[in-house]
């Protein structure tokens, strides 16, 4: 039940939106109950046929660190969201993934926004 409000949510936001409200600052994560298998397959669709830009989450650059499933997944799913929400793509990822108000960048791993 917990996806459909997530989706739910993710519609009066972009209704609110569309219709003149100030934007809303919203990145794309992870979700934290979400199983390492199930992220690692939404992270490879992300990065790959999904578009994502992932080089930063590669090895030696500024997101590698901390090298987990869920960091990685976490800046993958939000560069697909950012560079295709206006063109209706949803962070859902099969309900991988969340919608969080508060900026997950860390360090000098800075996650877009785009608005």
């Known amino acids: 039940m917990e996806w459909v409000d997530?989706?739910?949510?993710?519609r009066t936001r972009q209704a609110l939106i569309e219709h003149g409200a100030t934007s809303f600052e919203e990145w794309c994560i992870a979700d934290e109950q979400t199983p390492d298998d199930v992220l690692q397959m939404a992270l490879d669709w992300a990065c790959g046929r999904g578009g994502a830009?992932?080089?930063k989450i590669q090895q030696n650059q500024a997101c590698f660190l901390p090298n987990t499933i869920?960091?990685?997944a976490s800046f993958a799913f939000n560069s697909y969201y950012q560079k295709f929400k206006h063109q209706g793509a949803t962070c859902y990822f099969s309900s991988a993934a969340m919608i969080t108000d508060l900026n997950p960048s860390q360090g000098s791993c800075k996650y877009e926004y785009l608005s």
């Open 53 to 55: 830009d992932c080089h």
């Open 70 to 72: 869920r960091a990685h």
């Open 6 to 10: 997530q989706v739910e949510e993710e």
